[in-house]
Structures are given as structure tokens and as C-alpha cells.
């Protein structure tokens, strides 16, 4: 296993990386406006219509789907498919928060943020969801397959495109989203008569719990760049009302030239900074600005903001690759 001490995150300057990129023409087209083929004007964004919540869970379902063996994540380098064991050196909260706190991530994808959390604190209670039906399935699979120790009793997923709806009302019910109201803690007797904190399973809430009363983190770890950016706002709208007041947001994803950037061809931009694969699956890049400015306009406190900026070398081919990714932490007044 790879140690969290041998990670780095500033192995180059991004401000020289912006300056090398812009300053070569045969990537200029990632720098202008978008052309819209479809009406022949520039935008920095696409129509809302050009994106529909069906078709981005039909594209990520076909994706987890045609790697279900789990060759694609034993091989490929990318930081969004492999396990993420940087993660608790990146996000120490998770590693040090109270016994049975309860972690939401939102887009778990593979597993590949579940397990990390699960190895690295044993008293936290984690749920996680994914749009895609594979996804969660994928997940569950390598959980298993992993063997931790009392992963059954403490972690639960669940289907959710929290873009397109509201997370589900065992999460955190309206009268609780509208009254921001304290964490609420489930608690019973144990068999000698002590109290104890139970693992709030949705599918058994006790008493006159109406909901488990929200969360106190949540992660959106490489997924929010795969929403169409008209989406965004409302998405990281939801996060804030799930969470419970002083929880925090932690936030991994791409940032503007990122090596994955460079790589796309002309015709796949479908919006300003904004890609789709031939999967249909799609990659927005960050720059600080527009991630602060979504968060902090739906109500959030920035902690900690800033570009990561780590060069890797293929393996098969001895390349250097230059990684960009965008880390952020995020409190609910």
C-alpha cells in the first residue's frame, strides 16, 4: 500500500503550467468561448437542454458496466479510478472526528473513496450514493471483497442523482432542511443496560425519528465535474441542506489544465471548459474562482482552497504527466 508520507501535492507551479498552456497555439481552442454548432454562436456554456439526468446515468451505468471486470481500475493511473488512499492525509477530519460520526459521499463511483474512509476510522458511520445503478453495485462488490472489519454495520448505499432530485426524506426530512435543527443522534440500550449509538439504517428507524437529521461531512471527491455546469448550483445547493450546522465539505476534483484537458480534441468540448467522452460521460475543469464562487453563493464558508498540482510518470511509456486537481473544504454556517 502506498504511504500517505510519500504523497505530494505541489510538484510544479500551476501559474507556470497556465503560462505554458496558453502560450501554445495548438491549444488555444481550450481557451475560447464555445461554439454552439447548433446555432453557430459562442457561449461560455451550453443550452440547459443539451444534458438530461436520464442520459448522464445511462452513460455512467454503460461505463461501470464495460469495466465490471475491474481490469480498467487495475490498470489505468487516473487519480478518480484508483483507491484513494491520499484521501485521509488530504481530509485529516475523517480520521480524527468524533465516534460515529456519519459521512455521506456523493458519487462513489467505484469504492474507491468508500474503502480509504472505512479503513481509516472504524467508529464513523458512512453512506454513500452514485446516479448510476452499476456504480452502487460496483461498490458493494469491492467493499465485499475488501473484508472490513464491521463494514456491514456501518455502511449503507443508495441510488441518488442529487442533481436532478432531493436526497431522500430518511436523510433529512423538510421540517428538518427548513429549521436547520441539531444533529440528531439515535442512540439504544445495549444488552447490559448502557447506552449505545446505533447504526441509523434507513430501513429500520426507531421511535419517532423522522430522518437521521443530515450528515456531518460530505464528500464530492471527482464528482461534481461530472455534471453539466447549468446543474451545478442546484447540486451543491442540496449538499449544503443535508449537511448539519458546522459540517464540513470536502471537495477533490479537476483542475483547469489538467493533463486529462490537454488531451481532449476540438470536437469534444460541448461548453467553456467542459468535455464529453465518446462514453458519453463528461469532465468539467475548475479553476479556484468558479469553485469558490458555487459554493460560497449557495451558503458556504470557504476553509481551505487551492490548486494540487502533482507530476506522475506513465509506467508503460516513461511520460511525465502533469495532474491538476482542485482541494477544498467547505463549512455549513
Not at 439526468?53 to 489505468?76: I, M, V, Y
Not at 462513489?108 to 480509504?116: F, I
Not at 432542511?177 to 426507531?206: G, I, T
Amino acid at each position: 500500500m502506498k504511504a500517505a508520507e510519500n504523497y505530494y501535492s505541489k510538484d510544479f507551479e500551476w501559474e507556470q503550467l497556465k503560462q505554458d498552456v496558453e502560450n501554445d497555439p495548438s491549444l488555444l481552442y481550450h481557451l475560447t468561448p464555445y461554439t454552439n454548432p447548433a446555432i453557430g454562436t459562442q457561449d461560455l456554456h451550453p443550452p440547459p437542454s443539451s444534458s438530461l439526468p436520464k442520459q448522464d446515468s445511462e452513460a455512467w451505468n454503460t461505463f461501470h458496466t464495460r469495466h465490471s471486470t475491474g481490469k480498467f481500475f487495475k490498470l489505468k493511473s487516473y487519480p478518480s479510478t484508483q483507491e484513494r488512499r491520499y484521501l485521509l492525509k488530504e481530509f485529516p477530519e475523517i480520521a480524527s472526528c468524533d465516534e460515529y460520526s456519519i459521512v455521506l459521499e456523493v458519487g462513489c463511483g467505484n469504492g474507491s473513496t468508500a474503502l480509504p474512509i472505512l479503513r481509516g476510522n472504524e467508529g464513523i458511520f458512512l453512506y454513500g450514493c452514485d446516479c448510476s445503478d452499476e456504480a452502487v453495485q460496483r461498490t458493494k462488490e469491492n467493499i465485499n471483497a475488501a473484508n472490513l472489519a464491521s463494514a456491514e454495520q456501518r455502511f449503507y448505499l443508495f441510488q441518488c442523482d442529487f442533481s436532478a432530485s432531493m436526497f431522500p426524506q430518511w436523510l433529512i426530512c423538510n421540517s428538518c432542511r427548513e429549521s436547520s435543527l441539531p444533529e440528531r443522534r439515535a442512540w439504544s440500550l445495549d444488552s447490559n443496560c448502557n447506552w449505545k449509538r446505533y447504526f441509523p439504517d434507513p430501513s429500520c428507524l426507531v421511535g419517532n425519528s423522522c430522518c437521521i437529521g443530515g450528515v456531518d461531512f460530505l464528500t464530492l471527491i471527482f464528482t461534481l465535474s461530472a455534471l453539466p455546469i447549468h446543474r451545478m448550483p442546484i447540486a451543491i445547493h442540496e449538499c449544503l441542506s443535508v449537511l448539519r450546522p458546522g459540517g464540513l465539505l470536502l471537495f477533490r476534483d479537476y483542475g483547469l489544465y489538467d493533463m486529462t484537458m490537454l488531451r481532449f480534441e476540438p470536437e469534444q468540448r460541448v461548453g467553456f471548459r467542459e468535455y464529453m467522452r465518446c462514453d458519453g460521460t463528461r469532465s468539467y475543469f475548475f479553476c479556484l474562482e468558479s469553485v469558490r464562487d458555487l459554493f460560497c453563493s449557495a451558503g458556504f464558508i470557504e476553509v481551505e482552497l487551492e490548486y494540487c498540482c502533482v507530476k506522475s510518470v506513465n509506467r508503460r511509456n516513461g511520460k511525465s504527466m502533469k495532474r491538476v486537481w482542485v482541494h477544498g473544504k467547505f463549512q455549513k454556517p
